[in-house]
Protein backbone atom coordinates (compact mmCIF):
# COMPACT_ATOMS: atom_id res chain seq x y z
CA UNK A 1 0.00 0.00 0.00
CA UNK A 2 2.94 2.33 0.81
CA UNK A 3 4.61 1.47 -2.09
CA UNK A 4 1.86 2.17 -3.98
CA UNK A 5 1.57 5.55 -2.67
CA UNK A 6 5.41 6.77 -3.59
CA UNK A 7 4.40 5.50 -7.21
CA UNK A 8 1.23 8.10 -6.73
CA UNK A 9 3.35 10.50 -5.09
CA UNK A 10 6.20 9.78 -8.75
CA UNK A 11 3.16 10.13 -11.04
CA UNK A 12 1.80 13.46 -9.69
CA UNK A 13 5.70 14.73 -9.91
CA UNK A 14 6.32 13.99 -13.70
CA UNK A 15 2.54 15.11 -14.42
CA UNK A 16 3.51 18.32 -12.88
CA UNK A 17 6.59 18.47 -14.47
CA UNK A 18 4.74 17.48 -17.99
CA UNK A 19 2.30 20.34 -17.09
CA UNK A 20 5.51 22.64 -16.05
CA UNK A 21 7.07 21.81 -19.67
CA UNK A 22 3.58 22.48 -21.63
CA UNK A 23 3.68 26.15 -19.51
CA UNK A 24 7.14 26.78 -20.96
CA UNK A 25 6.61 25.57 -24.46
CA UNK A 26 3.56 27.92 -24.67
CA UNK A 27 5.62 30.46 -23.21
CA UNK A 28 8.26 30.06 -25.59
CA UNK A 29 5.49 30.06 -28.45
CA UNK A 30 4.47 33.20 -27.46
CA UNK A 31 7.97 34.82 -26.96
CA UNK A 32 8.82 33.55 -30.71
CA UNK A 33 5.62 36.00 -31.58
CA UNK A 34 7.11 38.44 -30.08
CA UNK A 35 10.88 37.77 -31.34
CA UNK A 36 9.16 38.24 -34.86
CA UNK A 37 7.81 41.58 -34.01
CA UNK A 38 10.84 43.14 -31.73
CA UNK A 39 13.34 42.41 -34.05
CA UNK A 40 11.93 43.87 -36.87
CA UNK A 41 12.03 46.78 -34.66
CA UNK A 42 15.81 46.44 -33.82
CA UNK A 43 16.89 45.48 -37.07
CA UNK A 44 15.62 48.47 -39.26
CA UNK A 45 15.67 52.06 -37.65
CA UNK A 46 12.53 52.90 -38.86
CA UNK A 47 10.72 49.77 -39.04
CA UNK A 48 8.35 50.75 -36.01
CA UNK A 49 7.13 53.31 -38.07
CA UNK A 50 5.78 51.13 -40.75
CA UNK A 51 4.50 49.44 -37.38
CA UNK A 52 2.18 52.53 -36.82
CA UNK A 53 1.11 52.31 -40.50
CA UNK A 54 2.22 55.96 -41.16
CA UNK A 55 2.03 55.72 -44.97
CA UNK A 56 3.76 58.45 -46.42
CA UNK A 57 7.10 57.14 -44.19
CA UNK A 58 6.30 53.92 -46.11
CA UNK A 59 6.16 55.27 -49.37
CA UNK A 60 9.26 57.57 -48.20
CA UNK A 61 11.13 54.47 -47.64
CA UNK A 62 10.16 52.71 -50.24
CA UNK A 63 12.90 54.94 -52.56
CA UNK A 64 15.38 54.03 -50.03
CA UNK A 65 17.80 51.27 -51.04
CA UNK A 66 19.25 51.63 -47.22
CA UNK A 67 15.86 50.36 -45.50
CA UNK A 68 12.68 48.34 -47.00
CA UNK A 69 10.22 46.23 -45.55
CA UNK A 70 12.09 43.02 -47.13
CA UNK A 71 15.15 43.95 -45.36
CA UNK A 72 13.18 44.50 -42.24
CA UNK A 73 11.49 41.05 -42.70
CA UNK A 74 14.52 39.25 -42.99
CA UNK A 75 16.26 40.30 -40.35
CA UNK A 76 19.10 38.34 -38.74
CA UNK A 77 17.14 36.18 -35.93
CA UNK A 78 14.90 34.43 -38.19
CA UNK A 79 17.49 32.93 -40.01
CA UNK A 80 20.13 32.11 -36.93
CA UNK A 81 18.86 29.48 -34.50
CA UNK A 82 20.16 28.73 -31.63
CA UNK A 83 21.87 25.26 -30.84
CA UNK A 84 19.40 22.78 -28.96
CA UNK A 85 22.62 21.25 -27.63
CA UNK A 86 25.46 23.37 -26.63
CA UNK A 87 27.31 23.26 -23.52
CA UNK A 88 25.24 25.75 -21.71
CA UNK A 89 22.03 23.41 -22.20
CA UNK A 90 23.28 20.09 -21.41
CA UNK A 91 24.49 21.68 -17.74
CA UNK A 92 21.35 23.29 -17.69
CA UNK A 93 19.45 20.16 -18.29
CA UNK A 94 21.94 17.83 -15.79
CA UNK A 95 21.12 20.33 -13.66
CA UNK A 96 17.65 20.05 -13.12
CA UNK A 97 17.42 16.44 -13.49
CA UNK A 98 19.73 16.28 -10.52
CA UNK A 99 17.47 18.28 -8.22
CA UNK A 100 14.37 15.69 -9.68
CA UNK A 101 16.81 12.79 -8.88
CA UNK A 102 17.29 13.86 -5.22
CA UNK A 103 13.11 15.10 -4.41
CA UNK A 104 12.49 11.37 -5.82
CA UNK A 105 15.51 9.81 -3.78
CA UNK A 106 14.14 11.80 -0.77
CA UNK A 107 10.48 10.84 -1.69
CA UNK A 108 11.45 6.64 -1.67
CA UNK A 109 13.23 6.93 1.15
CA UNK A 110 12.27 3.45 3.59
CA UNK A 111 9.68 4.56 6.42
CA UNK A 112 11.76 3.77 9.97
CA UNK A 113 8.47 2.12 11.18
CA UNK A 114 8.40 -0.41 8.23
CA UNK A 115 7.64 -3.49 11.05
CA UNK A 116 4.30 -4.26 8.67
CA UNK A 117 5.51 -4.72 5.52
CA UNK A 118 6.85 -7.52 4.03
CA UNK A 119 10.19 -8.03 3.75
CA UNK A 120 10.45 -7.86 -0.12
CA UNK A 121 8.09 -5.12 0.13
CA UNK A 122 11.33 -3.05 2.02
CA UNK A 123 14.01 -4.23 -0.02
CA UNK A 124 12.45 -2.93 -3.36
CA UNK A 125 12.07 0.31 -1.73
CA UNK A 126 15.72 -0.20 -0.58
CA UNK A 127 16.73 -0.38 -3.47
CA UNK A 128 14.92 2.23 -5.26
CA UNK A 129 16.00 4.71 -2.82
CA UNK A 130 19.45 3.56 -3.00
CA UNK A 131 19.54 3.32 -6.96
CA UNK A 132 17.98 6.79 -7.41
CA UNK A 133 20.76 8.31 -4.47
CA UNK A 134 23.17 7.17 -6.57
CA UNK A 135 22.11 8.40 -9.74
CA UNK A 136 21.77 11.72 -8.51
CA UNK A 137 25.08 11.88 -6.83
CA UNK A 138 26.76 11.17 -10.18
CA UNK A 139 23.94 13.38 -12.32
CA UNK A 140 25.24 16.14 -9.45
CA UNK A 141 28.89 15.36 -10.40
CA UNK A 142 28.26 15.54 -13.77
CA UNK A 143 26.64 18.67 -13.91
CA UNK A 144 29.70 20.26 -11.78
CA UNK A 145 31.73 19.16 -14.52
CA UNK A 146 29.57 19.97 -17.49
CA UNK A 147 29.38 23.26 -15.89
CA UNK A 148 33.39 23.92 -15.40
CA UNK A 149 33.73 22.77 -19.39
CA UNK A 150 30.59 25.33 -20.58
CA UNK A 151 31.24 28.31 -18.35
CA UNK A 152 34.58 28.57 -17.14
CA UNK A 153 35.21 32.20 -18.32
CA UNK A 154 31.65 33.10 -16.53
CA UNK A 155 32.78 33.14 -12.91
CA UNK A 156 35.89 35.42 -11.59
CA UNK A 157 37.17 35.64 -7.87
CA UNK A 158 37.59 39.70 -8.35
CA UNK A 159 33.64 39.52 -8.58
CA UNK A 160 33.64 38.61 -4.83
CA UNK A 161 31.76 35.72 -3.12
CA UNK A 162 28.50 37.21 -3.25
CA UNK A 163 28.70 37.31 -7.65
CA UNK A 164 25.28 35.42 -8.80
CA UNK A 165 28.16 33.09 -11.29
CA UNK A 166 30.42 32.77 -8.01
CA UNK A 167 27.36 31.53 -5.85
CA UNK A 168 26.22 29.08 -8.09
CA UNK A 169 29.53 27.80 -8.51
CA UNK A 170 29.92 27.54 -4.99
CA UNK A 171 26.34 25.98 -4.15
CA UNK A 172 26.59 23.89 -7.10
CA UNK A 173 29.93 22.22 -6.07
CA UNK A 174 29.20 21.99 -2.11
CA UNK A 175 25.89 20.52 -2.87
CA UNK A 176 27.36 17.89 -5.37
CA UNK A 177 30.30 17.17 -2.62
CA UNK A 178 27.27 16.71 -0.01
CA UNK A 179 25.31 14.25 -2.27
CA UNK A 180 28.64 12.08 -2.71
CA UNK A 181 29.17 12.41 1.08
CA UNK A 182 25.51 11.37 2.10
CA UNK A 183 25.99 7.93 -0.43
CA UNK A 184 28.74 7.21 0.92
CA UNK A 185 27.75 7.26 4.61
CA UNK A 186 24.12 5.68 3.36
CA UNK A 187 22.78 3.85 5.21
CA UNK A 188 23.92 5.41 7.99
CA UNK A 189 22.36 7.75 10.13
CA UNK A 190 22.51 11.09 8.82
CA UNK A 191 22.99 10.64 5.69
CA UNK A 192 19.38 11.89 5.41
CA UNK A 193 20.38 15.25 6.03
CA UNK A 194 23.57 15.41 4.18
CA UNK A 195 21.66 14.54 0.94
CA UNK A 196 18.69 17.39 1.31
CA UNK A 197 21.35 19.85 2.06
CA UNK A 198 23.00 18.96 -1.05
CA UNK A 199 20.04 18.89 -3.02
CA UNK A 200 18.65 22.54 -1.77
CA UNK A 201 22.46 23.79 -2.34
CA UNK A 202 21.91 22.41 -5.86
CA UNK A 203 18.59 23.96 -6.40
CA UNK A 204 19.54 27.19 -4.66
CA UNK A 205 22.94 27.12 -7.14
CA UNK A 206 20.13 27.00 -9.67
CA UNK A 207 17.72 29.55 -9.14
CA UNK A 208 20.86 32.10 -8.66
CA UNK A 209 21.18 31.96 -12.17
CA UNK A 210 17.93 30.72 -13.60
CA UNK B 1 1.31 8.61 7.87
CA UNK B 2 4.53 10.28 6.51
CA UNK B 3 4.25 9.24 2.95
CA UNK B 4 0.80 11.38 3.75
CA UNK B 5 3.00 14.01 4.75
CA UNK B 6 5.52 14.33 2.23
CA UNK B 7 2.14 13.53 -0.42
CA UNK B 8 0.96 17.37 1.11
CA UNK B 9 4.17 18.71 1.69
CA UNK B 10 5.25 17.78 -2.01
CA UNK B 11 1.75 19.52 -3.36
CA UNK B 12 1.80 22.49 -1.26
CA UNK B 13 5.12 23.14 -2.37
CA UNK B 14 4.44 22.96 -6.20
CA UNK B 15 0.77 24.74 -5.61
CA UNK B 16 3.33 27.39 -4.21
CA UNK B 17 5.35 27.68 -6.54
CA UNK B 18 2.87 26.92 -9.40
CA UNK B 19 1.07 30.02 -8.38
CA UNK B 20 3.80 32.45 -7.38
CA UNK B 21 5.07 34.02 -10.92
CA UNK B 22 1.99 36.45 -10.80
CA UNK B 23 4.25 38.21 -8.23
CA UNK B 24 6.24 40.86 -9.77
CA UNK B 25 9.88 40.18 -10.46
CA UNK B 26 11.15 43.27 -8.80
CA UNK B 27 10.60 42.79 -5.71
CA UNK B 28 13.05 39.88 -3.56
CA UNK B 29 10.00 37.65 -2.73
CA UNK B 30 8.79 37.86 -6.83
CA UNK B 31 12.00 36.52 -8.02
CA UNK B 32 12.43 33.45 -5.45
CA UNK B 33 8.81 31.95 -6.14
CA UNK B 34 9.53 32.85 -9.91
CA UNK B 35 9.70 29.78 -12.03
CA UNK B 36 10.46 32.28 -15.39
CA UNK B 37 13.85 32.27 -16.73
CA UNK B 38 15.39 35.83 -15.35
CA UNK B 39 19.25 34.79 -16.09
CA UNK B 40 19.25 37.93 -18.64
CA UNK B 41 18.02 41.01 -18.53
CA UNK B 42 14.61 42.56 -18.84
CA UNK B 43 13.59 43.51 -22.91
CA UNK B 44 12.09 46.56 -23.31
CA UNK B 45 8.42 46.69 -23.10
CA UNK B 46 7.81 50.21 -22.99
CA UNK B 47 6.27 51.18 -26.70
CA UNK B 48 7.09 54.84 -26.15
CA UNK B 49 10.61 53.72 -24.39
CA UNK B 50 11.07 51.57 -27.70
CA UNK B 51 10.25 54.04 -30.20
CA UNK B 52 12.04 57.00 -29.34
CA UNK B 53 15.41 54.90 -29.12
CA UNK B 54 14.91 53.35 -31.85
CA UNK B 55 14.61 55.75 -34.08
CA UNK B 56 18.18 56.13 -34.11
CA UNK B 57 19.22 52.89 -32.72
CA UNK B 58 19.24 49.77 -30.73
CA UNK B 59 16.83 50.48 -27.59
CA UNK B 60 19.16 48.96 -25.05
CA UNK B 61 17.22 47.57 -22.37
CA UNK B 62 17.44 49.80 -19.37
CA UNK B 63 18.71 46.71 -17.07
CA UNK B 64 21.82 47.33 -18.85
CA UNK B 65 23.19 50.22 -16.67
CA UNK B 66 22.21 51.49 -13.44
CA UNK B 67 19.75 54.52 -12.44
CA UNK B 68 22.21 57.09 -12.16
CA UNK B 69 23.61 56.34 -15.75
CA UNK B 70 20.17 56.60 -17.10
CA UNK B 71 20.16 60.17 -15.07
CA UNK B 72 23.36 61.19 -16.48
CA UNK B 73 21.92 60.63 -20.21
CA UNK B 74 18.45 60.91 -20.22
CA UNK B 75 18.25 64.79 -19.18
CA UNK B 76 17.67 67.49 -21.61
CA UNK B 77 21.58 69.15 -21.43
CA UNK B 78 22.54 65.84 -22.38
CA UNK B 79 20.69 64.69 -24.84
CA UNK B 80 21.41 67.75 -26.66
CA UNK B 81 24.58 65.94 -27.23
CA UNK B 82 23.88 62.57 -27.12
CA UNK B 83 26.97 61.30 -28.15
CA UNK B 84 27.56 63.70 -30.73
CA UNK B 85 24.06 64.05 -32.44
CA UNK B 86 20.98 66.07 -30.80
CA UNK B 87 18.55 63.68 -29.81
CA UNK B 88 16.46 66.22 -27.76
CA UNK B 89 12.60 65.02 -26.37
CA UNK B 90 10.09 67.28 -25.39
CA UNK B 91 9.61 67.25 -21.73
CA UNK B 92 6.72 65.11 -21.37
CA UNK B 93 8.32 62.37 -23.76
CA UNK B 94 11.66 62.36 -21.78
CA UNK B 95 10.25 62.58 -18.92
CA UNK B 96 8.66 58.95 -19.58
CA UNK B 97 11.34 57.56 -21.07
CA UNK B 98 13.52 58.78 -18.13
CA UNK B 99 10.82 56.88 -16.02
CA UNK B 100 10.92 54.18 -17.82
CA UNK B 101 14.44 53.80 -17.95
CA UNK B 102 14.97 54.11 -13.88
CA UNK B 103 12.11 51.68 -13.20
CA UNK B 104 13.91 48.97 -15.24
CA UNK B 105 17.44 50.22 -14.42
CA UNK B 106 19.94 47.33 -13.50
CA UNK B 107 19.89 48.14 -9.57
CA UNK B 108 16.35 47.97 -9.77
CA UNK B 109 15.80 44.27 -11.24
CA UNK B 110 16.58 40.84 -10.09
CA UNK B 111 17.41 39.32 -13.71
CA UNK B 112 20.97 37.96 -13.21
CA UNK B 113 23.23 40.10 -15.67
CA UNK B 114 21.74 42.94 -14.59
CA UNK B 115 22.57 42.19 -10.79
CA UNK B 116 25.97 41.81 -12.50
CA UNK B 117 26.44 45.40 -13.64
CA UNK B 118 24.43 46.64 -10.66
CA UNK B 119 27.19 45.05 -8.68
CA UNK B 120 30.19 46.57 -11.60
CA UNK B 121 28.88 49.75 -11.14
CA UNK B 122 27.98 50.29 -7.34
CA UNK B 123 30.95 52.72 -6.96
CA UNK B 124 33.16 54.48 -8.37
CA UNK B 125 32.12 56.78 -11.70
CA UNK B 126 28.79 56.01 -13.76
CA UNK B 127 29.40 55.15 -16.65
CA UNK B 128 27.64 56.59 -19.88
CA UNK B 129 28.49 53.61 -22.15
CA UNK B 130 27.48 50.00 -21.53
CA UNK B 131 30.35 49.15 -23.46
CA UNK B 132 32.45 50.63 -20.31
CA UNK B 133 30.80 48.55 -17.58
CA UNK B 134 33.50 45.57 -16.88
CA UNK B 135 31.32 42.50 -17.64
CA UNK B 136 30.34 44.01 -20.55
CA UNK B 137 33.79 44.57 -21.59
CA UNK B 138 35.19 41.26 -20.05
CA UNK B 139 32.42 39.83 -21.93
CA UNK B 140 33.96 40.54 -24.98
CA UNK B 141 37.93 41.23 -24.79
CA UNK B 142 38.40 37.92 -26.24
CA UNK B 143 36.90 38.45 -30.17
CA UNK B 144 39.74 40.08 -32.04
CA UNK B 145 39.36 43.94 -33.48
CA UNK B 146 38.48 42.54 -36.92
CA UNK B 147 35.33 40.58 -36.21
CA UNK B 148 33.95 43.91 -34.55
CA UNK B 149 35.57 47.37 -35.63
CA UNK B 150 37.19 45.99 -38.68
CA UNK B 151 33.43 44.34 -39.78
CA UNK B 152 31.19 46.17 -42.17
CA UNK B 153 28.40 44.92 -40.93
CA UNK B 154 28.91 45.32 -36.97
CA UNK B 155 31.18 48.37 -36.83
CA UNK B 156 30.85 48.84 -33.06
CA UNK B 157 30.38 47.27 -30.00
CA UNK B 158 27.32 49.85 -29.98
CA UNK B 159 25.04 47.87 -32.22
CA UNK B 160 24.49 44.63 -29.61
CA UNK B 161 21.74 43.02 -31.77
CA UNK B 162 24.24 42.68 -35.05
CA UNK B 163 25.69 39.70 -33.38
CA UNK B 164 23.26 38.91 -30.09
CA UNK B 165 19.96 37.89 -32.67
CA UNK B 166 17.80 37.56 -29.47
CA UNK B 167 18.62 41.41 -28.37
CA UNK B 168 15.03 42.29 -28.43
CA UNK B 169 13.93 39.54 -25.96
CA UNK B 170 16.99 40.63 -23.25
CA UNK B 171 19.05 37.58 -24.66
CA UNK B 172 22.55 37.68 -24.73
CA UNK B 173 23.86 34.61 -23.91
CA UNK B 174 26.52 33.05 -25.83
CA UNK B 175 24.14 30.46 -27.58
CA UNK B 176 22.24 33.40 -29.31
CA UNK B 177 25.31 35.02 -30.68
CA UNK B 178 25.79 35.17 -34.60
CA UNK B 179 28.83 37.31 -35.72
CA UNK B 180 28.08 38.88 -39.53
CA UNK B 181 30.82 37.50 -41.81
CA UNK B 182 31.98 34.63 -39.35
CA UNK B 183 29.54 32.15 -38.92
CA UNK B 184 31.93 29.87 -37.46
CA UNK B 185 33.23 31.74 -34.38
CA UNK B 186 32.98 30.49 -31.36
CA UNK B 187 33.02 31.64 -27.76
Not at chain 1, 84 to 108: E, P, Q, R
Not at chain 2, 63 to 90: C, Q, T, V
Request: charged share 20%; glycine share 8%.
Amino acid sequence: MKWNSKVAIICVGMCYAALSGMAIAGEMAADSAMLSGTSIYTHSNKAYMLALNESNIVIAQADSPSTTVMDSMSAKPSEFEPPAFSGSNIHKYMGLATVALVGLTAVTAPEEDEGATTPSTKSRTQGTHQSLGRAAAVMAAATVTSGLLAHWDDFHLEDGFTDPDNLHVMLGTLGALAMLNAVSKAPGNGHPGTGIAGGVAMAAAIKLTW
Amino acid sequence: MQVKMKFVTLLAGMLLLNGTPALAEETFAGWLFNFERTKEVNPVTDRQYRSECSDCHYAYPPGLLPEKSWRKLLNAEALRDHFGDNAELDKDTLEAVLDYAVENSADKSYHKRSRKIARDTEDGEQPLRITEVRYIKRAHQEIPENMIKGNKDVKSLSFCDKCHTQAAKGVFDADTVSIPNYPDWED
